[in-house]
Structures are given as C-alpha cells and as structure tokens.
C-alpha cells in the first residue's frame, strides 16, 4: 500500500469575509434585481471567509479572460510551488528522489503546464514523469491520489508528488449575470494543496496508507456539473439535481466500495469529505448517518477558505493530519465528487 508521508497547503494572504464578498456582488449585479435577491446565498453557503490572489478591487473592475487567464498563471504557480516545497519538507524528502509529478487544476489554462513550471522552481530532476490532469473538477484531488496509486503499484520503490491548484477568483467574470454564477461567487475561493506519496518499499515511510481506492462514472449524469466555455472565459454548470444525487445514486456505490473492503460505515474514524456546499454536507449527513463530529472536518474546511474544487479533499485531511491525532489502526474514508459526473473514493488507514 502507496503510503501519504508528507502534505501541506497553501493559502494566498488576501482574507475576504462573506459579507465583503456579498458587497462586491451587490455592486456589480447593481440594477439587477432579479439577481440581488440571490445573494442570500452567500450568508446560507456553510462558508464564513475565503482566502484569494488578488483584492476585491481587481474582481470588480471587468478584467478579461486573457488578463485573468494570465494571472492564473503568474500567481497559481506561486501557490502551487509554496504547497509541493512544504510537502516535501515535511516528508524529509530532496526534490531530486520524486520520480513522478501529478498535478491537477481546473481554473486555469497553461501550455505548458504548471506542473512543468514547476520542476525547475523545485528542483525537481529533469526525467520526472509528469501527468497534468483538467476537468476533472472537484474530484481531482482525490483522484491525483489515486493516479498516484495506480502509478507506485507498478513503481514501488518509487515517489510521487501530487499537486492540487485552484484559483477560482479567476473565473469570476462580471458579465457573468446567470444564477449558478452567483452561487460560485459564495462558494469558491483559492488555494493550493501538495501530497508526497511513497512505494510501499521505501523504507521509512510514515502516514496513513492508501488501503483502497475506486472511481465511478455515472451515466446520463453529464449535465451535472462542468465548466460552458466562453469568450469571456469560463461559466459554471452546476444542477440543482446534485443534491439529490448524493441522495440517491451515491450511497450504494459508497456502500459496495466499503462493504468490498471490509469497512462498515460505523468502522470509519475520518470522513473527508469534498465540501461541496452547505446542501450537500445536509446530504452526506443525512445519507451516511453522521453526526457533528464526523462532519467537522469538512464543515470547518468549507467556513474557513469555501470550496477549493480539487485542492479541498486535501486541505480536509492535512487538517486531520495535523489536528485530528490520529492513531495508529485507525481508519478514514475520502470522498469527492466532479464533472463527469464522478466520485473518486480512497480508503485510508493509519
């Protein structure tokens, strides 16, 4: 089993508060009442304050997509370097003994990839094998573990590097006037998130394995979630019909995976759960019977910094890592969910 034994986020310094992010909206939706009275959204999202690149100002001054497209370049890369540098500190691993680089995003094009970027800043060796991963949304942090996985199977005595990169400020748009705009606009925030994973024959390593991992790809469900490419950038799809997916579709495919390994539901000491939203924490609540204290993680994530698409799953569990204690036999579960429509599901153990 591929073993977590170093992670680290990375957070950019400007602090913006629900309320002055409502503001902004009220100002550039100002003279759209059908559109003011959505921003209720922002005191009912589970999100209490986000972290972004830039100040409110930039946001609100009409930027176009090759201006924030660019800056998604010039500052992500930033983020991601400072997240990949404090994994591998805290691994105890040299740059120079990773051998594979996995990197996720979904807020931003780059050719090359940041992942490319990125091994010169590290110091990374130049016959790295990297696999940059777009589109997989939410789910990419989870499932850049699991690639990682699936690639130290067949390398055990190898590393892998796993970098999760969202600036989801950059998508904000203020010609972007539909009602799921305004929900992204309460949601989403910025953040980097950066996993050293080990072969199971390298010595020395300690975090919780990777017991087992699955991912599903549900049918008829591409409407679901994704991005509508625009010449004004990126536009959010999101359905009102995710909340009753996670009601109904998921909770057997949830139910087989832990069944298959031997995992009853009340066996698991973590749920790390992508915080998707207020609504769908009620549902994960509701569907896997979980009290306050198996949701704190992900509910103490989505107040503290929102939704940060792929990086989230991995903020929650460098959370639990470093304030949760875990013990040694003790177990957690990883969920998380994006476009495709797709869950990705790790099993850990301590």
Request: proline letters at 4%.
């Amino acid at each position: 089993m591929s073993v977590i034994s170093g992670i680290a986020t990375a957070l950019p310094s400007h602090v913006v508060t629900q309320e002055a992010a409502r503001r902004v909206c009220e100002q550039v939706h100002a003279g759209r009442p059908d559109l003011l009275r959505l921003l209720r959204v922002f005191a009912t999202s589970g999100v209490e304050k986000r972290h972004f690149v830039f100040p409110l100002e930039y946001y609100a001054s009409g930027k176009s997509f090759d201006e924030r497209n660019a800056d998604f370049i010039e500052q992500g890369v930033q983020l991601a370097e400072r997240a990949a540098r404090a994994s591998l500190e805290q691994a105890r691993i040299p740059p120079d003994q990773v051998q594979h680089l996995i990197f996720a995003t979904t807020t931003g094009l780059a050719t090359p990839s940041i992942d490319a970027l990125l091994v010169r800043r590290l110091g990374l060796r130049s016959d790295i094998r990297r696999s940059p991963l777009f589109g997989l949304g939410c789910a990419g942090g989870a499932g850049a573990l699991i690639r990682a996985q699936d690639v130290l199977r067949a390398y055990p005595k190898d590393r892998a590097l796993v970098v999760a990169l969202e600036v989801c400020g950059q998508v904000f748009s203020t010609r972007a006037v539909d009602r799921v705009d305004i929900v992204g606009a309460a949601l989403f925030g910025d953040g980097a998130a950066a996993a050293v994973v080990s072969g199971d024959q390298m010595s020395g390593s300690s975090g919780p394995r990777i017991r087992a991992s699955r991912t599903v790809l549900f049918g008829d469900t591409e409407g679901l979630m994704g991005w509508r490419f625009t010449s004004d950038g990126m536009r959010l799809k999101l359905s009102e019909r995710v909340t009753g997916f996670v009601r109904e579709r998921l909770r057997p495919e949830v139910g087989r995976f832990l069944a298959e390994n031997s995992m009853p539901p009340d066996h698991v000491n973590f749920w790390i759960l992508h915080p998707g939203g207020r609504r769908i924490l009620e549902a994960y609540r509701d569907v896997f019977s979980l009290g306050d204290e198996a949701l704190k993680w992900t509910k103490t994530c989505l107040a503290n910094v929102g939704n940060l698409s792929s990086a989230s799953v991995l903020f929650t569990l460098a959370d639990v890592m470093a304030r949760g204690n875990p013990r040694e036999g003790q177990r957690g579960f990883m969920i998380a969910l994006g476009p495709g429509f797709a869950s990705e599901m790790l099993l850990l153990n301590w």
